[in-house]
């Protein structure tokens, strides 16, 4: 297994995350513990899309979310079931694309440089495990090309991963 990426960053979005995709499946191994494995996705986003802030999981635990691996500034730690974007995302398990953070009722603000935001929940099945947050310094960084590919990437983490909970 290889340990690097590859990354054509003059691409377009959805070429990267062709790329990108299956180098993270071929990165992700579910004999090695859950959190090393988290923590090399987003690494691996983070090196991929200079958009990016701030990128990392929060995972359920007893109905809140807790912070997770993650690539950028110091985060909160703990959001509730239904609160920020994170929340609502885990509350009604979909994708919510935030075009401009200050629009947005609720939202928690971990960086006051945060601009725009994506928030994919981690589903396997009916049961949601917790969900991948993104953020960026510019307004509309994310889009459905975005939502598409990280959906599929959340889709390859829990099947590939084995999840059944994300034990904390
Ligand atoms: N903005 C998120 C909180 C997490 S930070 O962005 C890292 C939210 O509103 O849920």
Redesign the pocket.
């Known amino acids: 297994m290889t340990e690097t990426i590859t990354i054509n960053h003059s691409q377009p979005d959805a070429e990267i995350y062709k790329s990108l995709l299956p180098q993270i499946e071929a990165l992700i191994n579910h004999e090695e513990p859950l959190i090393s494995n988290l923590a090399n996705v987003t690494a691996a986003l983070k090196e991929a899309f200079n958009k990016i802030s701030?990128v990392?999981f929060?995972l359920l635990n007893e109905k809140k979310l807790f912070?997770g691996p993650?690539q950028?500034k110091v985060?909160?730690t703990i959001?509730d079931m239904g609160?920020?974007?994170?929340?609502?995302?885990a509350a009604s398990k979909k994708t919510i694309v935030v075009d401009d953070?200050d629009k947005?009722p609720?939202?928690?603000?971990?960086?006051s440089g945060?601009r725009s935001?994506i928030?994919i929940p981690l589903i396997k099945g009916e049961t949601i495990l917790g969900v991948l947050?993104l953020?960026s310094y510019e307004l509309s960084s994310f889009n459905e090309t975005d939502k598409k590919y990280l959906e599929l990437l959340c889709d390859l983490i829990t099947k590939k991963l084995l999840i059944e909970k994300l034990v904390l």
């Open positions: 701030w990392g929060y912070l993650f950028g985060a909160c959001i609160n920020g974007v994170c929340g609502t995302s953070v947005f609720g939202h928690i603000a971990c960086d945060s935001e928030v947050d953020d």
